[in-house]
């Protein structure tokens, strides 16, 4: 960055000689993924410019993915995406998917709870008025990736304690006798709104994936509803196909 205060001259604005000699840090491998970059203050007074134009160029270079911020700790070199690969034929939860692939999982809560269900969680769980829904929704992440969004909706009479699932759903509707069987998956291409987009540390309008799934117990009773975004830049879903007939 010092070497910013000599080229001050070169005629474009500072800010943007200062994204571009971020952008040549990160694409030489000087800064890699994961690293923090130094803090406003510290890039300020090394190339003696403004606070004010620090900010502008780490803001320029979130919105474009290189940096991601997170809150109380910093500004960071992305993380290098490396896509999965995820079979559509198998009926697998993602910490299952997860623990696989050797990652390390976790999850962040954004909401548990029980509710008066809606239209389309009445219809599709077979719910009345007077029952209660059990709401789950996480931001799911894998080696410190946030990978999805998931909401899932189930009868309360299924999981009358939401907050009581533990790390995995799959898991805690296994050990009541509960775990889908069978389910309908649908996808859809979705741009990333503001919010998800940055619960997904991805810059907003990205290109995500609603994924719908409904899954069934081999009696038929759906047990589960859930509506997720994925990062439409992670993920691959695979299905093997067969000529048959
Ligand atoms: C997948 C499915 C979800 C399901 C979840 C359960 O991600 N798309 O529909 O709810 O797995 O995962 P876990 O058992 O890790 O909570």
Redesign the pocket.
């Known amino acids: 960055f010092a070497t910013l205060k000599h080229q001050a001259q070169s005629g474009a604005p500072l800010y943007l000689q200062l994204r571009k000699s971020i952008e040549d840090a990160v694409n030489r491998g000087l800064i890699g993924p994961g690293d923090a970059l130094p803090s406003e203050r510290d890039i300020a007074t090394k190339a003696d410019i403004s606070r004010v134009t620090v900010r502008k160029a780490v803001q320029d270079l979130v919105k474009g993915g290189i940096l991601v911020q997170r809150h109380g700790s910093g500004t960071f070199v992305a993380p290098r995406m490396e896509r999965v690969e995820q079979s559509l034929s198998r009926l697998?939860?993602?910490?299952?998917?997860?623990a696989r692939r050797g990652m390390a999982?976790r999850?962040a809560w954004l909401d548990r709870g029980l509710y008066a269900p809606s239209p389309d969680e009445m219809m599709v769980l077979g719910l009345s008025s007077s029952e209660l829904v059990a709401r789950?929704a996480?931001l799911?992440i894998a080696n410190d990736t946030p990978l999805?969004i998931?909401r899932?909706s189930l009868s309360a009479s299924v999981l009358p304690d939401p907050a009581d699932?533990g790390?995995?759903?799959?898991?805690?509707?296994e050990l009541t006798g509960n775990r889908p069987v069978r389910?309908v998956?649908r996808i859809s291409a979705a741009n990333l709104g503001d919010s998800d987009a940055r619960l997904l540390e991805v810059p907003p309008g990205i290109a995500g994936l609603h994924?719908e799934?409904i899954?069934y117990l081999a009696s038929g009773k759906v047990i589960?509803f859930?509506r997720?975004i994925y990062r439409g830049d992670a993920y691959d879903f695979v299905a093997e196909l067969r000529l048959t007939g």
């Open positions: 697998t939860s993602f910490t299952e998917d997860m999982v999850s789950v996480r799911r999805a998931e899932a699932i790390s995995s759903l799959y898991a805690a509707l389910a998956q994924i799934r899954s589960e859930t997720s």
